[in-house]
DNA sequence: TTTACAAAACTAATGATATTAGTTATTATA
DNA sequence: TATAATAACTAATATCATTAGTTTTGTAAA
């Protein structure tokens, strides 16, 4: 009865990933996920502690994982070439893995400790790359706020297929960066 | 048996926008609706086509309501006033009718014929707003799905308690939205 | 006023789900 | 080799949404 396979949480996780990439992370249950492990539902608890805890473990993956991507995207970068390689890496990291992201943007809280702390990197990485910028710590803090509002609003409208126009996604994704960057030049021009 | 109440399809959506407001779409079950209309829940089928069909329905008065809100915003006001004005009425709509909103933002997808002409409602909306600066009709697609983003993603990261640092959000908004209009000037007066 | 029909509620049943409890078998370790 | 940890299992429960079929109520026609 039932060979044993090596089955472990990162095993579980990863098939996890797949299966909310793949049909989307409302789809993701533990019944579909059992069947793909080729295991029955109840032997999932032996390596996760439900689904609200899955669900969560996909949501700092995401958040680490998206984070990395921009900083693969920035390498070499400075200034406005950093942010916007950094914008255009997090909604092509949604475009790649939906399910993740679909994860990242449903989390019912960051209030969780584990996730709080995944987040905070996200931030202190932005901070970093418009350090050159020279603003306040509160500016910066503004402008992160609203460097996420973009990109994270971008990528869930693009993931809903909320764009409809026959229209080029990238170069709007372009262009909304760009003129927020060049608004936050003439902002740091009147040293505001 | 079952003293019949003058139950209809309203009265069941607003009931259902209430639980949505008050405890989340998530936690938005027919069971959970049934109960607060004192029905059994098979009764509901009477009034709506299934679950599906009802958050549907939640997702297109939401966007009726949304775009109402930001028509009421920018009576008297043009240009940057009412593009800010439209801004912060789109996410000072998203923190009174939460449920509302997430209706609107999980909606599975656009395709759905009632859903695309309300969506469109909102971009035409949009437009005239944008009517006065002159851009050709390509310019102002892109520019509409740049401020789509920003309050979308703005509102979306608000809800999930994504603005941790005690940094006043009003003003992280406004700032968002003057910055890129800033930017989007600048643009204007390039001929771009 | 009575009758007939449409609609709104109901009960009962089904199938999917997550979860818990308790059991068996396998693997690793002492 | 014996023991202990653990990964799988079966069985059971509770919660859902949904469908089918039934009863009752209200309204409109006769």
Redesign the interface.
């Known amino acids: 009865m039932a060979i044993r396979q090596g089955l472990d949480a990162e095993t579980v996780l990863q098939a996890a990933i797949e299966l909310a990439d793949q049909q ?1 992370i ?1 789809q993701l249950s533990l019944a579909a996920l059992a069947t793909k492990l080729t295991i029955k539902t109840p032997s999932l608890y032996n390596h996760i502690k439900g689904l609200p805890d899955l669900r969560k473990q996909l949501s700092k993956r995401g958040l680490l994982l998206v984070k990395e991507a921009m900083i693969e995207a920035v390498i070499g970068k400075a200034e406005d070439e950093a942010l916007l390689a950094a914008g255009v890496a997090y909604v092509d990291f949604a475009r790649k893995q939906p399910g993740l992201y679909e994860a990242i ?7 969780d400790p584990e996730l ?1 702390e995944v ?1 905070a990197g996200v931030v202190s990485f932005l901070l970093r790359i418009l350090a050159p910028y020279g603003l306040s710590e ?1 500016d910066a ?3 992160v ?2 460097f ?7 990528a ?2 693009e993931h ?6 026959g ?1 080029d ?1 990238d ?2 994704l372009r ?2 960066l ?7 030049r ?2 740091v021009a009147r040293g505001k």
Request: net charge positive; aromatic share 8%; glycine share 12%.
């Open positions: 989307g409302e943007s449903l989390l019912p809280d960051y209030e709080k987040g509160e803090l503004h402008v706020r609203g996420r509002s973009m990109v994270h609003g971008f869930s409208l809903r297929n909320g764009f409809r126009m229209l996604r170069e709007s262009r909304l760009q003129t927020y960057l060049r608004g936050l003439a902002d």
